[in-house]
């Protein structure tokens, strides 16, 4: 295939909701720039996008698919993206890399629970959109309140380009207020006439060419100028004006479509063409310090992996965006992040499970290489003595997690590596095995996400997994404060053991004083310190330990081993077996034996002692607390605010959005299991919601006791 220079190439991504047609209208764009001969169909499993067994299975996206077109001497490289927020990782790198979005509004739903969702991310990312209303020809389609839809919902204006002379099964014609012409379609494969505007929809086609004139006119002054000067613009000084209204998001183009019937394909991809912000006047990508890579392709080259996947036969495949200079086969690059060289052996262009070779690229461009050594998504690729790093993506964070484990245990070493591979295609699964819970737990962004995980383990690697709640990381702490004693004697012939160890503990918080005296069941006890070490826990909060021993009742030698039996427990908490934390810890006592004393004998006696006080200083678990933000449509709000508060949450605040309430609340981490299903459940798929670790804080008395004796009874079955 030809070779593209930066200028003759637009990166678009395919937006929109589950069913809005983004599949089909890939395949259209895909044979009117002739990289297929004939068009494939969703039913008929066929398509360029959706190539997979499982969405054959679903008949809809579930990965995002890079394709490309060749349209008038120029190429558009064509990202179709799942419509669901469960697979929101592929359209967020497809932001990442593409410049402007095409946003398929299905014409029988209009401004959609899926649409909301997407628009808002677009508006995150700043990518201008072109609204693109499909599926027209469907009988149930309405134009005009596709139409309202947007003027009602949509943050971003849009402005009509073209408008359906009828829509129904009889749609087969549209009027182009832009062009000023009629164009007609005598069959289902693009062919089209272009014919003058008929009498009866003049004034409608006046009308709305005048508003597309005074929008355009808006973003130029000397476009205003010239439009108060002579009434109107030419087409062009109008394409000039929607270019810069598009870019700064100030205005929403609105086409009209049919994939199935290949309607208004090709005037679409004309627009983008002369229109949509390419690679040179795309902003620009940045590197992590925040320096922009303008996209010059005579400059060294730098190349940035936004996805990876792994394929039978072939071995890792890095999909990537060509942000600078230009590659060859055969070329060496460094990895920014490891350092290392990779070789680019091999370079093609991306028609979904098709891969055209072609023999070198310029920037702007996407493309794929395989069998990379060390690189992974988010990585960079730079030329040798120009080393730049790319900012990563950044995705969301998840919002559903469940413990996983293999149905036949002789399985789990496989099912590891196959967990951390998937991870690798897909960055928004994480994978951790936890010491503390001791359960592998998987992560992702709902529960359709994790169950496509599992089909996917099932039918594709033949292991057999189930999914089950997984446990909490409790914490547990002391109120007040408590003292105790502990002798630890054993003798058996020979050398025996003995420790002794006095100590109090109290509940540690910031900026408290030094200890200095305490009063414990009637028993002052004298604090003078002698030494100090504080020690901020892997899990979280901190260990004070002080040393008050006085006339040498304990050599100082055999505190490590004190501190050690200490942390022992703290990592095995006496109330649920949790670990322990922000626990202040003073030894002011204790007894040795010139010859029996050990350091396992003192670490035994610390060990039992701190157990001791532990239980006397008030414990409570504490339990990890998630700042939860949800953003829900305002007719929802009621039934999202009573389902939270069942579910023990504290509502902090309210805001308006656009139509939209964002909720803030903090909630246990216990109690938002499967709550992405719930959500979805009581707004019909319309709100969403992000997450957000806060703080740990102590669970309520009537929790604690279910959870003390839900582990007294796994105690006890052990």
Same mark, same amino acid.
């Given at each position: ?19 809005? =047609? ?69 359209? *967020? ?125 808006? @973003? ?7 439009? #108060? ?237 189930? #999914? *089950? ?26 050398? =025996? ?10 509940? *540690? ?18 604090? @003078? ?21 006085? =006339? ?20 095995? =908490? ?118 957000? #670790? ?25």
């Amino acid at each position: 295939m030809k070779t593209y220079k930066t200028g003759d190439i637009k990166n678009v991504v395919l937006l929109g909701a589950p069913g809005s =047609g983004k599949t089909t209208l890939a395949e259209a764009m895909a044979f009117e720039g002739k990289v297929i001969d004939r068009r494939g169909s969703i039913e008929n499993d066929n398509t360029l996008s959706d190539n997979t067994e499982l969405e054959h299975l679903y008949k809809r996206s579930i990965y995002p698919t890079i394709l490309f077109t060749e349209f008038k001497e120029k190429k558009l490289n064509i990202i179709d993206t799942p419509g669901s927020d469960d697979f929101c990782g592929g359209l *967020f790198s497809a932001f990442k890399v593409a410049d402007v979005g095409l946003m398929l509004f299905n014409a029988q739903n209009g401004f959609e629970a899926g649409t909301e969702i997407q628009a808002r991310y677009a508006r995150q990312m700043g990518k201008p959109i072109i609204a693109v209303v499909s599926q027209l020809d469907n009988e149930k389609a309405n134009w005009e309140a596709t139409i309202d839809s947007l003027n009602a919902s949509s943050r971003v204006k849009p402005v009509i380009v073209q408008y359906p002379v009828t829509t129904g099964p009889d749609f087969n014609a549209f009027i182009d207020v832009l062009m000023m012409k009629m164009y007609r379609f005598k069959d289902d494969n693009g062919t089209r006439e272009e014919l003058d505007i008929p009498e009866s929809e003049m004034d409608r086609a006046l009308e709305l060419n005048n508003i597309l004139v005074e929008a355009a006119a808006e @973003n130029d002054e000397n476009l205003m100028e010239l439009y #108060f000067e002579k009434g109107t613009l030419t087409q062009d000084e109008m394409r000039s004006g929607l270019k810069l209204g598009l870019a700064k998001r100030d205005l929403m183009p609105v086409f009209c479509t049919s994939g199935k019937k290949d309607i208004g394909t090709k005037r679409l991809m004309e627009f983008v063409i002369n229109v949509a912000p390419g690679p040179k006047e795309a902003p620009s990508l940045a590197t992590v310090d925040g320096h922009e890579i303008p996209a010059d392709e005579n400059s060294s080259p730098v190349l940035f992996v936004f996805k990876s996947s792994v394929e039978q036969h072939i071995g890792e495949i890095s999909y990537f965006r060509l942000v600078r200079g230009k590659i060859t086969e055969g070329m060496e690059l460094i990895n920014a992040r490891t350092g290392n060289k990779e070789k680019i052996a091999q370079i093609f262009a991306v028609a979904g499970k098709n891969r055209v070779k072609v023999t070198e690229m310029y920037a702007g461009d996407i493309g794929c290489t395989v069998k990379l050594k060390g690189t992974k998504t988010n990585d960079t690729l730079c030329g040798p003595g120009d080393i730049v790093q790319l900012a990563p993506m950044t995705f969301p964070e998840p919002r559903y997690r469940a413990a996983i484990k293999a149905v036949n245990s002789s399985d789990d070493e496989k099912l590891g590596e196959l967990l951390n591979k998937l991870a690798f295609e897909d960055p928004t699964i994480l994978v951790e095995y936890s010491k503390e819970l001791k359960q592998t737990i998987v992560q992702g962004q709902g529960e359709h996400h994790l169950n496509i995980m599992k089909w996917t383990l099932a039918n594709v690697y033949k292991i057999d997994v189930e #999914f *089950f709640a997984p446990r909490i990381s409790y914490r547990e702490t002391i109120t007040k404060v408590a003292a105790a004693d502990y002798r630890h004697k054993k003798q058996s012939g020979g050398a =025996g053991q003995f420790g002794e160890v006095h100590l109090v503990i109290e509940p *540690f918080t910031e900026g408290m004083p030094e200890p200095t005296k305490y009063k414990v069941a009637g028993k002052e006890i004298a604090v @003078n310190v002698k030494g100090k070490e504080e020690i901020n826990l892997d899990w979280g909060g901190k260990l004070l330990f002080y040393s008050s021993i006085v =006339g040498g009742a304990i050599d100082a030698r055999f505190l490590p081993a004190i501190l050690k039996g200490i942390m022992e427990k703290m990592e095995e =908490g006496p109330l649920t077996g949790s670990y322990a934390r922000d626990i202040r810890v003073i030894v002011y006592d204790g007894k040795m034996h010139p010859v029996d004393s050990n350091e396992i004998s003192f670490k035994l006696a610390g060990r039992n002692a701190f157990k001791e006080a532990f239980r006397n200083a008030g414990p409570k678990i504490m339990e990890p607390i998630y700042t939860v933000e949800v953003l829900v449509p305002s007719d929802k709000m009621g039934d999202v605010m009573s389902d939270l508060q069942n579910r023990r949450a504290m509502i902090e605040g309210m805001t308006s959005d656009s139509g939209f309430d964002r909720l803030t609340a903090r909630v246990p981490l216990s109690e938002m299991y499967r709550y992405s299903t719930t959500l979805s459940s009581l707004t019909s798929g319309r709100a969403t919601y992000s997450m957000k #670790f806060a703080s740990y804080e102590q669970v309520p008395a009537d929790v604690q006791d279910k959870l003390l004796k839900a582990y007294a009874d796994e105690d006890k079955d052990e």
